[in-house]
């Protein structure tokens, strides 16, 4: 009988800012979905959209964004992979070109901040309400230059759709329900998985100044998104309960198989740093941001934008 997992052992669930780490611990969740699972493909677009963050994808600089940053997709796509896991062991079977399908859209649903080479300016946070779009372009030519199925592209363009907060989900052509499915997970992850980031709070102030470059949203400053963050994410549980199914209680489901017990450690997370906000925006605007202290953002944050 497995004892309850410590502390670190869940801090560790959260600890992926290395690219090498996440595919590991991916590598072993697909074992348990399939042993027989087939990574060769799946590696390949992980170790190209790696290579696009550092700026080695030919015709790409490296991404430059700040919020939507390599740990940012490092998170999204285990969360999928524990998502889909999840999902799996539930009793909705997955078959290996669904999970194929649903790493895919995870790894590529922010590609669109990255800058082809004579898009130089910026950060590529201009791009903000057009990133979704120019994801699947990005998508569309990559499947065809990695000779991936081409029937691929009719399922991962709804679904990296799914994760475009502009965008009705109930409004978005999937070709099928099961389609509709494997967004919802993808929908799912990226709203999870960014949440729950033990990081999150401290990142709103790199959000802050995406939105700012892409003249994006009403903020007034970083204050006010950060006060607007507390209804975010009551439309958030709305979105994750309503329109994109439930999926995120499937979650309970890995964690049981994995760490023996039934807990959401993605809800948990997230519920914490709502939680804390409620503290750091009760108070005054000139002490707030002397509780938000990990990762050195706001040091960080301050020297691009010079506020406070």
């Not at 859209?105 to 903000?128: F, K, N, P, R």
């Not at 120019?134 to 994760?163: A, C, D, N, Q, W």
């Not at 949440?195 to 990142?203: G, I, N, Q, V």
């Amino acid at each position: 009988m497995k004892n309850n997992p410590t502390s670190a052992e869940i801090d560790n669930l959260f600890a992926n800012t290395d690219p090498c780490t996440v595919w590991t611990k991916a590598d072993g969740i697909l074992g348990r979905i399939n042993p027989g699972y087939d990574t060769t493909q799946i590696k390949t677009v992980f170790n190209d959209v790696m290579s696009l963050f550092r700026g080695e994808y030919p015709g790409y600089h490296s991404i430059k964004t700040l919020y939507h940053d390599k740990p940012h997709t490092l998170e999204v796509f285990l969360c999928a992979v524990r998502l889909m896991h999840g999902v799996h062991i539930s009793g909705t079977r997955l078959t290996d070109e669904e999970m194929t399908k649903i790493m895919i859209a995870a790894l590529l649903h922010d590609i669109g901040y990255s800058q082809q080479d004579g898009e130089e300016g910026g950060t590529g946070a201009q791009y903000t309400q057009t990133h979704v779009k120019r994801g699947i372009s990005f998508m569309r030519h990559y499947v065809v230059e990695r000779h991936l199925p081409l029937s691929f592209v009719t399922s991962l363009e709804p679904m990296m759709s799914g994760t475009d907060p502009a965008l009705n989900f109930f409004q978005i052509d999937f070709p099928d329900e099961r389609t509709r499915l494997l967004g919802q997970i993808v929908a799912t992850a990226d709203l999870t998985g960014q949440m729950a980031d033990r990081t999150y709070l401290e990142k709103l102030l790199f959000l802050y100044l995406e939105f700012k470059e892409a003249d994006f949203g009403n903020y007034q400053n970083i204050y006010d998104l950060l006060r607007q963050t507390k209804s975010f994410y009551g439309i958030t549980r709305e979105k994750l309960d309503g329109a994109f199914g439930g999926m995120y209680v499937k979650l309970s489901y890995h964690f049981k198989d994995v760490m023996g017990v039934e807990n959401n450690y993605y809800l948990e997370s997230i519920e914490k740093n709502i939680a804390y906000l409620e503290k750091v925006i009760a108070l005054d605007e000139a002490e707030y941001l002397s509780m938000l202290k990990r990762g050195g953002i706001v040091e960080k944050s301050q020297a691009i934008a010079g506020y406070r």
